[in-house]
């Protein structure tokens, strides 16, 4: 696969996070953490981490093959391991494959891992983010080439973290979309629900009148808080997001 420079990844507050990558194969995380938590061992954990839940994946994978590729849920095989189980009740819940699901499982399961440590953490892979926080923070949305692209962020508070925001698009990246959607944002507390759920709505936009029924269609899942949708200069936005401007 050729790298895919992700310029979004520039905009962080420098005072109050320090910011590092890890990638790992397919697998490209950026995290940010509070100053007083890092710790230099912090980068290699990961990476541990990241090594481990792959190879869990891959074993599985040995005895359940069509597990990659399968577009419809899946029942995951006596004694799955949880990451397993947990993929396939989220492709469940919103109608696709566990893939669907598997870039929030690493933003979640790295997220979890260091705020065991870490005041605040951010961790984002390919669009998908979990966060938890103290302080209030904004995450911008990014939507290819429409205007409200890099212009728009959610407003996220402290006492609503831990919390994921997940997005699909059909126009950006590298990821499977049968829709059009310039950006899929679904939230939930769950990032592996809320993946697969960004790319079951984002698979039902394909004209500006989709764009409604995408939104509705994301919140009719149990778990979803809310979701927003865009295509070129439209959008649609339901269920508890905050937006504001990126400045």
């Known amino acids: 696969m050729v ?15 320090i910011r590092f990558q890890v990638i790992l194969e397919e697998t490209d995380l950026d995290i940010a953490i509070d100053k007083e938590s890092y710790t230099e ?14 190879k869990k994946i891959l074993q599985y994978m040995e005895k359940d093959p069509e597990l990659l590729t ?13 990451q397993i189980v947990s993929i396939c009740q989220a492709a469940e819940a919103a ?17 979890r891992l260091l705020s065991r440590q870490a005041k605040d953490v951010i961790v984002e892979n390919g669009g998908d983010i979990w966060i938890k926080t103290k302080v209030q923070i904004k995450t911008g949305i990014y939507a290819g080439n429409s205007p409200f692209s890099g212009e728009i ?16 698009s059909g126009t950006v990246g590298h990821s499977l979309s049968f829709g059009r959607a310039d950006a899929m944002v ?14 079951a709505a984002g698979n039902r936009v394909k004209t500006i009148a989709d764009l409604e029924k995408a939104v509705d269609f994301a919140l009719s899942v149990p778990g979803i808080s809310g979701a927003l949708a865009i295509l070129g200069e439209k959008m649609a936005a339901k269920g508890k997001i905050i937006l504001t401007s990126t400045e």
Request: hydrophobic residues 45%; aromatic residues 6%.
């Open 3 to 17: 790298y895919e420079e992700r310029t979004y990844r520039k905009k962080y507050d420098r005072q109050r996070f």
């Open 41 to 54: 061992q912090m980068p290699e954990l990961v990476r541990e981490c990241v090594q481990d839940l792959r």
């Open 70 to 82: 399968a577009l419809v849920p899946r029942e995951p095989i006596v004694d799955a391991p949880p």
């Open 95 to 111: 109608g696709v494959g566990p893939m669907a699901a598997i870039a929030g499982l690493f933003a979640e399961e790295i997220g």
């Open 153 to 168: 962020a959610l407003l996220i508070e402290a006492d609503e973290t831990p919390l994921s925001i997940c997005t699909s």
């Open 186 to 199: 679904v939230v939930s507390a769950s990032a592996v629900l809320a993946d697969a759920v960004a790319t």
